[in-house]
């Protein structure tokens, strides 16, 4: 028992220093990753990832002037939005799911809304208060606002 | 503590009801309530052991329908509950149940620190999987790891009706999350017959559970590291005719946890120690101390975009100092053998997505001793003859 406590936390702890600066890689450079994007309302300049991160999981819900947060996502299964997970949030899709499921069989939170495409993802996001969302890098953002995320 | 926490609790409990609604405004209708559930029917067997069933027949028995509901009052302020239809067999008790039912008040909620409040029946945040194990679709078996996730023990510890606080915090080094709680579950007797021995008709009530836990997720790492503390106290009260005395149970657990994910694959382990003690109970003025060990370590690799495969070695000693259980029979006069004092568990399952909303998953474990086969404190030797048991199961998930 002691040896198999010891192998799992020797096998963390490998794990861990083997991790550090290792988080999920950046698919494209920075410059190509995809945009955030936000209601030309929101009174918020810049995010931090960490900031970003929270609002995606869902535990940030109301932007600081009091004003609920409406977070949109591509389908789960797209590249835009496999790109957004791993190079804005620093997760894998995968793990984003298994927390809004969480979420949502818990009582503690409810999902993101999906929307079908980039088209869609920039017409809510113009038209629906305190949302937030992400464009491919190249795609217009025409009335909606690209704020900053920092690392 | 059982006095300090039956006077507080329904003080606390109603003095945040009275802050949630006082917080609450209207909002938009089409906002307000949201609906989800799942339903997950199954089949299963398990030859030489009563973990479904005492024949070793194949079963039926793992059904599992959910319906939860959140109801948002205010942006701080929410309902949330889930009614729950179970059948597992020898697992759990049959029928209906509502897993959660509580009022949330978020308190903080200022970009880097979240702090939520939770009264009513709320969930066990404090383990891995302890929130969502009553929802097939997010287990990653079937059948948990029984020795952190002992199924007799299901309804007592996926949630409890109390208090409890949930903090989020970003900071420089990374996300800090600490939770509180502090409640009771009641238990049927039903239920405590499959915990404690088939034999009892007394009455079995939780005094108290009582657990803190933090979870550390280092910036810039794929790690995941978790301590969590419990301590809880039981008794029973015996009826006329009873063949066993009143008595007290105090369990405290501590445990430490672990996930680390790449893209394709996860790793996540749980590791603990458990202080059991029995005042009374078997005699008047008796008193027995046992601490046990537990561990289990779990892989997933993504096969594809639809399928995961899972393996898991589960580990659990019932007395640290008797790891082998040599000591049962010396105790019980030669009526519980030695392999009740451990259980190892190896599993081995696969899951695929037929549709988004759609899963079929199955899994077989191999199993060597029988500390995991409820019930706990007075065994079933009847019908666990073997030390060695072999289970398989099956199941189509929907959710919504």
């Known amino acids: ?151 | 503590m059982q006095k300090l926490f039956k006077s507080s609790h329904n003080a606390a409990g109603t003095l945040l009801v009275a802050l949630g609604l006082w917080q609450a405004t209207p909002v938009i209708a089409s906002e307000t309530w949201h609906w989800h559930g799942f339903v997950a029917q199954g089949l299963m067997r398990s030859a030489d052991s009563n973990f479904v069933n005492n024949d070793g027949a194949i079963s039926a028995e793992l059904t599992e329908f959910g319906l939860n509901s959140t109801w948002k009052l205010s942006n701080t302020v929410r309902l949330a509950g889930q009614l729950m239809y179970l059948d597992g067999g020898n697992r759990f008790q049959q029928g209906g149940r509502i897993d959660y039912l509580f009022i949330n008040w978020t308190a903080i909620n200022d970009m880097d620190w979240q702090l939520d409040l939770y009264a009513g029946r709320y969930k066990n945040n404090h383990w891995l999987y302890s929130a969502t194990r009553d929802v097939a679709i997010t287990r990653p078996l079937i059948v948990l790891p029984q020795s952190v996730y002992f199924d007799a023990f299901r309804d007592i510890a996926v949630g409890s009706d109390g208090l409890a606080v949930t903090s989020t915090h970003n900071l420089n080094f990374g996300e800090l999350e600490l939770n509180w709680s502090l409640g009771a579950t009641p238990i049927p007797k039903e239920q405590s017959q499959r915990v404690i021995s088939t034999f009892i008709n007394g009455k079995t009530e939780q005094d108290f559970v009582h657990q803190f836990s933090v979870f550390l997720r280092p910036a810039q790492s794929k790690s995941q590291w978790g301590l969590s503390l419990l301590d809880s106290d039981f008794n029973y009260r015996r009826v006329a005719n009873d063949i066993f005395a009143d008595g007290d149970f105090t369990v405290q657990r501590v445990m430490a946890n672990w996930r680390y994910s790449e893209q394709d694959w996860e790793l996540s382990s749980e590791v603990f120690q458990e202080r059991v003690s029995v005042y009374g109970f078997y005699a008047p003025g008796t008193e027995r101390t046992q601490f046990g060990w537990g561990a289990y370590l779990l892989g997933s690799y993504n096969l594809s975009a639809k399928s995961t495969l899972y393996l898991s070695h589960d580990h659990f000693f019932a007395n640290k100092d008797d790891k082998k259980g040599y000591l049962l029979p010396q105790q019980s006069g030669g009526l519980i053998p030695a392999y009740f004092g451990y259980q190892r568990d190896t599993a081995l399952g696969l899951s695929h997505n037929i549709q988004p909303n759609l899963r079929l998953k199955m899994e077989y474990h191999w199993n060597t001793g029988t500390g995991r086969l409820g019930p706990n404190v007075v065994p079933d030797t009847v019908v666990n003859r073997s030390r060695h048991h072999e289970l398989w199961a099956v199941q189509l998930m929907y959710w919504f």
């Open chain 1, 1 to 151: 028992m002691i040896k198999f406590a010891f192998g799992i936390f020797l096998l963390s702890f490998s794990a861990l220093l083997l991790a550090d600066n290792a988080a999920p890689t950046p698919v494209e450079s920075a410059a190509a990753q995809p945009l955030v994007v936000v209601h030309p309302t929101v009174a918020v300049p810049s995010l931090t990832a960490a900031q970003l991160r929270s609002i995606y999981l869902k535990r940030q819900v109301i932007w600081p002037d009091g004003l609920p947060i409406q977070v949109f996502v591509l389908p789960l299964q797209s590249a835009v939005h496999k790109e957004f997970s791993q190079t804005r949030l620093k997760l894998f899709p995968y793990q984003l799911e298994r927390n809004w499921q969480k979420l949502t069989f818990s009582g503690i939170g409810t999902p993101p809304t999906e929307v079908s495409s980039a088209t869609d993802m920039l017409r809510l996001i113009q038209t629906t208060p305190g949302a937030i969302g992400y464009l491919p890098f190249d795609h217009e953002t025409t009335d909606a606002k690209v704020i900053q995320i920092k690392p």
